[in-house]
């Protein structure tokens, strides 16, 4: 085991060395492709091209009756296209829709594929032909020349693709520009189809019928929570594609039984997870942090307000007795020791008793400015919008968090112009006692 | 025995098929049809688990794992699309090849310890199912499959009937189901659970491929003849049926793989009935427009053998004339011109046409509407008095029935009049 590892990671072997280069250029052509395939919002079409592309390996070797890798490709290619055109076509002349018509291609034509492969196992020449390798792929079994193929066909898109970056984009986000700068638009879209065909096509050995599409959306969809920049996009997903191809190599020339293809899907798919979980911003764990962020906010903003509430019943006294907060907060005790905490790590409130709370200066500004928005937003429901008194405090108390300083001075010029004193804004409901 | 063999076969085929096709008539309603694939794909683990913890070939392992996995990948698809916000497609795509692709490595890791390898889940070996035969007793009771498959086939059915109500409006129209107080999203899950179920069911007796096509081609071909749905479901049913037959004999013919063949001919179904359906089909389509074009062409022949009268010196027209002269095309021309001699307007006299008494009435009705729409276009709506009138009544004199044409002519005049007032005019002219 470690021989054979080290013998990987060294890259003696010639023949891993091919398969390696060979799958890191597919990986790296489907995630480019397959990106501009998702945005357009096309990825199954991958899908439906792959299956499509069986009858057409089983029509190039019925026609040459051999296995080197143009005949098939072309064959391959040719019948991918005309899956297209099915899809398009059924989708045109009635009221089956785009899923069902990908799902009938889909189906039908690798239907055929396998009467065709079948057919072509009973021929005294089809044994052992090997066709069915397309199904799964094994990449291990590729020849030198297959690769060659491989990454001669991946170079070429790869290149196209920077060529033409800038056309590429606009049909993506702007058609209509696009025409207007005179550009061909269904030339240029029929193109960026011929191209997912081509990368289908090469990948077909390399990880199956089945299994091409993954290659195509996964890492562009893992890609996706990154950025939202297109050029950043492409790179990482090519990125993703490539080491995908990487792991999958390795793994399978670690194990011989385990077919390339699954494998690579797998890595993919971690891959893409990976991002789903821990991409900033549109990564889970950070849309949970942003989420436990804004509750804490929340938290403490209620309890600076039931402060001030307190205090404007109370006018003798300054220290808060902490069981006030209680009925106020409406927070369990375990929660409010929290909040008190950060609070007093923020410098807003301190202790002046043990069971007894005193705002400080910065306290105090911040805790008036929030009472001050939350009851201009009440006057402005109660005067503007005329809901009843009894809706107020509710409707108030979710919108308040996310009014900023602006709106608040919006809604204040709003209230001014229609004559209510904003100077010293009393709650219109009786406090808490 | 070749005989009964075939029997099974194709007993096996439209069992699944008829199962797929009910099935896959709310798939396609519901525009799921990919989810339908997706499910076909990803209960591929499953079964692999389920070969790995009991070690046989027992149908309750293999269901419960399929099953599992097949609302497993729904749920995954579902939480990809609207919490992580992937496209729908993209999410279907991701999930079923992840799962797939686990499947296949389960499978490939246990190659020879089993006998189930990956071709054969994904051709089907439906050829092999007469002879897994369930011998109680001593007795033969029918090949295993055709119980298997015949179990979920009413298990489908008595789902349908339960819930058929439930299954019309969750489908046309989700929100008024909801607010009626279906469980929208538990109808969605056991519907789902019945499609993880059949699939599993058909998967280990015909394959994958021809599950997917089962679930999507028979739905899809039915819903291009009809627009009622009990209707669709019969015909799903048909068409899976007639698909297996079909299939099976040209898989004997062509000596390939019958699974694969039975996805032909449902293919081939399809085509037909894109071709041939009455109403979504190319013909039919062609026949509508055909109609109206035949309808179109009367209507300038008439006018046109009506405005030779008026015209001094009379001149004749012979049907040679009639082609150029209106411009709907020949073959409409023709048929309009044979539509009318027959029903007596126009009539042929030493080789010239002739428009009879009630063909000149209908012109004169023609011509009528036509002006009277020149007049509405004018005056109520405010065209310029030019081709823009002219080209506008040319184009909806075709279209102005009988009760347009009264209303026009009170919106035109101001007044009530009635159809014997316009007929009376007509005759003292």
Redesign the interface.
């Known amino acids: 085991m470690m021989d054979q590892i080290l013998r990987f990671i060294s890259v003696s072997d010639a023949n891993v060395r091919y398969v390696l280069i060979g799958s890191m250029l597919l990986g790296m052509a489907a995630g480019i492709i397959g990106t501009f395939a998702?945005l357009r919002?096309?990825?199954?079409l991958?899908?439906a091209l792959a299956h499509a592309a069986l009858p057409g390996v089983g029509l190039g070797f019925l026609l040459t009756l051999s296995k080197s890798i143009v005949p098939l490709f072309i064959g391959a290619s040719i019948a991918g296209i005309l899956g297209v055109l099915t899809i398009i076509g059924?989708t045109r002349?009635?009221?089956?829709?785009q899923?069902?018509a990908?799902?009938?291609t889909?189906?039908?034509y690798?239907?055929?594929?396998?009467?065709?492969?079948?057919?072509i196992q009973?021929l005294p020449s089809g044994n052992q032909s090997g066709l069915?390798k397309f199904?799964?792929g094994q990449a291990a079994s590729m020849l030198p020349s297959d690769i060659m193929m491989m990454s001669i066909v991946s170079l070429l898109v790869i290149l196209i693709v920077i060529a033409l970056f800038k056309e590429f984009r606009l049909l993506i986000f702007d058609q209509a520009f696009l025409a207007t700068l005179g550009y061909p638009v269904h030339i240029l879209d029929i193109l960026l189809m011929v191209l997912v065909v081509f990368v289908v096509m090469i990948g077909l050995q390399a990880v199956g019928v089945?299994?091409m599409?993954?290659l195509?959306?996964?890492p562009?969809?893992g890609a996706?929570f990154w950025t939202e920049n297109l050029r950043s996009m492409i790179i990482l997903a090519a990125v993703f594609g490539a080491f995908s191809g990487v792991v999958g190599t390795f793994l399978s020339s670690l194990?011989p039984?385990?077919?390339t293809?699954?494998?690579m899907?797998?890595a993919a798919?971690m891959f893409?997870v990976i991002s789903?979980v821990s991409a900033p911003r549109?990564g889970?764990a950070a849309k949970l942090l942003q989420l436990r962020h804004n509750r804490r906010k929340m938290q403490q903003e209620h309890f600076l307000r039931a402060a001030i509430e307190w205090l404007e019943l109370h006018h003798e006294s300054k220290a808060i007795p902490l069981k006030a907060f209680i009925g106020r907060t409406e927070m369990p005790i375990s929660k409010l020791k929290r909040v008190t905490a950060w609070l007093i790590d923020k410098r807003m409130i301190k202790f002046s008793s043990s069971n007894h709370i005193q705002l400080t200066q910065k306290g105090y500004d911040k805790a008036l400015q929030i009472v001050k928005s939350h009851r201009l937003w009440e006057y402005y429901l109660l005067y503007r919008m005329q809901l009843q008194e009894d809706h107020l405090h509710r409707d108030a108390d979710e919108i308040e968090h996310i009014l900023t300083p602006d709106l608040i001075d919006q809604i204040e010029k709003i209230l001014q112009n229609e004559g209510v004193d904003t100077s010293n804004v009393v709650s219109v409901h009786p406090l808490h006692q | 025995m070749e005989l009964s063999a075939a029997f099974w076969i194709i007993l096996t085929g439209s069992l699944v098929a008829a199962s797929c096709g009910i099935l896959g008539s709310f798939l396609?309603l519901r525009?799921?049809?990919?989810i339908?694939?997706a499910i076909s794909?990803s209960v591929l683990p499953g079964i692999a688990i389920a070969f790995i913890i009991s070690a046989s070939r027992d149908v309750l392992p293999m269901i419960i794992g399929a099953s599992a996995f097949g609302l497993l990948t729904v749920f995954l698809i579902e939480i990809l699309n609207k919490k992580?916000?992937?496209?729908e497609?993209?999410s279907?795509?991701?999930i079923y090849?992840?799962l797939?692709?686990?499947g296949?490595?389960l499978i490939?890791?246990m190659?020879g310890h089993i006998d189930l390898d990956?071709?054969c889940v994904?051709?089907g070996e439906i050829a092999y199912t007469p002879w897994d035969i369930v011998i109680i007793n001593g007795a033969e009771w029918g090949p295993r499959p055709v119980w298997f498959i015949g179990t979920v086939f009413i298990i489908n059915i008595l789902f349908i009937r339960t819930f058929y109500k439930e299954m019309v409006i969750s489908s046309f129209d989700p929100a008024l189901a909801m607010s009626l107080g279906f469980n929208v999203s538990l109808l969605h899950y056991l519907f789902m659970g019945m499609v993880s179920l059949t699939t599993v069911a058909s998967f280990e007796s015909v394959g994958a491929?021809?599950v997917?096509?089962m679930?999507?081609?028979p739905?899809?071909t039915a819903?291009?003849w009809t627009n009622r749905l009990p209707v669709m479901l019969i015909l799903s049913v048909i068409f899976g049926i007639l698909s297996s037959v079909f299939g099976y004999l040209?898989?004997t013919y062509?000596?390939?793989?019958i699974?694969?063949?039975?996805?032909?001919a449902?293919?081939i179904l399809?085509l037909v009935s894109?071709l041939l359906?009455p109403q979504?089909?190319?013909l039919g389509k062609f026949y509508n427009h055909l109609k109206l074009s035949v309808s179109f062409a009367s209507d300038h022949l008439l006018l046109l053998l009506y405005r030779q009268l008026e015209r001094e010196p009379q001149t004749l027209v012979i049907p040679g004339a009639v082609y150029q002269s209106t411009s709907t095309g020949r073959l409409p021309t023709l048929l309009a011109l044979m539509k009318n001699r027959r029903d007596g307007r126009i009539s042929k006299r030493k080789k010239h046409l002739y428009l009879t008494d009630s063909g000149k009435e209908m012109a004169h009705q023609l011509i009528q509407r036509h002006r009277l729409w020149e007049r509405f276009a004018s005056r109520e709506l405010g065209l310029p008095d030019d081709e823009h009138v002219h080209e506008s009544a040319h184009r909806m004199e075709h279209f102005i029935d009988e009760n347009i044409t009264e209303e026009l002519y009170q919106v035109v005049n101001n007044e009530k009049s009635s159809k014997s007032k316009a007929k009376d005019k007509y005759e003292k002219k």
């Open positions: 998702l919002k096309r990825s199954l991958g899908d059924i002349t009635n009221r089956i829709k899923d069902a990908i799902g009938i889909l189906s039908v690798f239907g055929a594929g396998i009467v065709l492969l079948t057919y009973r069915d199904l799964f089945v299994l599409a993954a195509l959306i996964t562009a969809a996706r194990a039984r385990i077919p293809g699954p494998v899907v797998l798919t893409f789903a549109r889970l | 396609v525009k799921m049809s990919l339908g694939d794909h992580w916000r992937v496209q497609d993209a279907i795509g991701i090849t992840a797939f692709a686990i296949v490595i490939s890791m190659a990956q071709e994904l051709y491929i021809l997917v096509a679930l999507i081609v739905g899809a819903y291009l040209l898989a062509w000596e390939s793989s699974a694969g063949a039975m996805t032909v449902a293919g399809f894109i359906a979504y089909g190319l």
